[in-house]
């Protein structure tokens, strides 16, 4: 997998976010365009999914912010395999805090991307930051849209931060418990087992 076959330059510093479009908010939106107007060569790459939002976001950024369509980069759905390698080629995950990505949150985490994410008040908004705690990265998760928008930007603006922080998670994956399927089993075992002792 390259950027080359998605039409995306080598040099671009490459925001990603691979949920459904309904999770896009109007305030999530003016933080992305924030954060494009703070990193040169920026791009933020998200998936036609479903297609009929390509226009609209493009539409918005122009009417809002006053930006060029090329850049946000629009990609069709992929079969999963290469759904998670294309978190290799992202620099850096920008995760919806209306609802978070989920199963695409530990996609682009085991693809070792870094994601940003802001914990909001219900369950479906702070599952990335459950994710990110127990992978070990405080330091990902923000206070407030202002410190999302922060985060993002040191990211995209400070290579060798961004190069520690992505090693840092690639090796993790293989020693937290986060991906461990054998630690999620026996997790819900005892919980079985306490529901049935409890009843």
């Given amino acids: ?9 080598d040099d671009s510093v490459v925001y990603c976010n691979f949920n459904q479009l309904y999770k896009l908010d109007p305030v999530t939106m003016n933080s992305w365009c924030n954060i494009l107007k703070r990193v040169p060569n920026s791009i933020v790459w998200v998936l036609k999914f479903p297609a009929l939002g390509e226009k609209h976001v493009h539409d918005w950024i122009k009417k809002h912010h006053g930006l060029e369509k090329n850049r946000v980069k629009f990609s069709p759905v992929a079969p999963k395999e290469e759904h998670v390698r294309r978190g290799q080629i992202a620099d850096v995950c920008l995760d919806t805090p209306l609802c978070n990505g989920h199963t695409t949150g530990m996609d682009v985490l085991w693809a070792g991307c870094p994601m940003v994410t802001l914990p909001l008040e219900t369950f479906a908004s702070r599952v990335a930051s459950s994710q990110l705690k127990t992978l070990g990265f405080p330091e990902l998760i923000a206070k407030s ?3 999302y928008e922060n985060i993002a930007v ?3 603006t400070d290579i060798a931060y961004r190069k520690n922080i992505r090693a840092k998670i690639w090796e993790s994956r293989l020693t937290n418990n986060l991906f461990s399927t054998a630690d999620y089993a026996s997790k819900m075992e005892e919980i079985y087992k306490k529901m049935f002792d409890r009843h």
């Fill in 145 to 147: 849209y202002e410190d």
């Fill in 1 to 9: 997998t390259s950027r080359a076959q998605y039409g995306i330059p």
């Fill in 154 to 156: 040191k990211l995209g």
